[in-house]
């Protein structure tokens, strides 16, 4: 019978580990929150809901500019 190693075998997923953060956030903006409950403005804010495409606007700008602009198409016009 094999036994696994004691330690240093934790296995991370980082993917849970960010929900985990972000529902922490929420947790915490909820009990500052003076409301009974959070605006969905307020919890887009939370959980930086529009930052993620600000960054990829600004990708496709550098990009466009670099003269590599891809519109996603299929090239035919």
Same mark, same amino acid.
């Given at each position: 019978?094999?036994?696994?190693?004691?330690?240093?075998?934790?296995?991370?997923?980082?993917?849970?580990?960010?929900?985990?953060? &972000?529902?922490? #956030?929420? =947790?915490?903006?909820?009990?500052?929150? %003076? $409301? /009974?409950? &959070?605006?969905? #403005?307020? =919890?887009?804010?939370?959980?930086?809901? %529009? $930052? /993620?495409?600000?960054?990829?606007?600004?990708?496709?700008?550098?990009?466009?500019?670099?003269?590599?602009?891809?519109?996603?198409?299929?090239?035919?016009?």
């Amino acid at each position: 019978m094999r036994v696994a190693p004691g330690g240093g075998t934790a296995v991370q997923d980082h993917v849970a580990l960010a929900e985990i953060e &972000l529902c922490g #956030e929420l =947790i915490i903006a909820a009990s500052a929150a %003076g $409301e /009974e409950r &959070l605006s969905l #403005e307020s =919890i887009d804010q939370v959980l930086r809901v %529009g $930052e /993620e495409q600000a960054e990829e606007r600004a990708r496709e700008r550098d990009r466009a500019a670099r003269g590599g602009s891809w519109s996603g198409g299929s090239g035919a016009q």
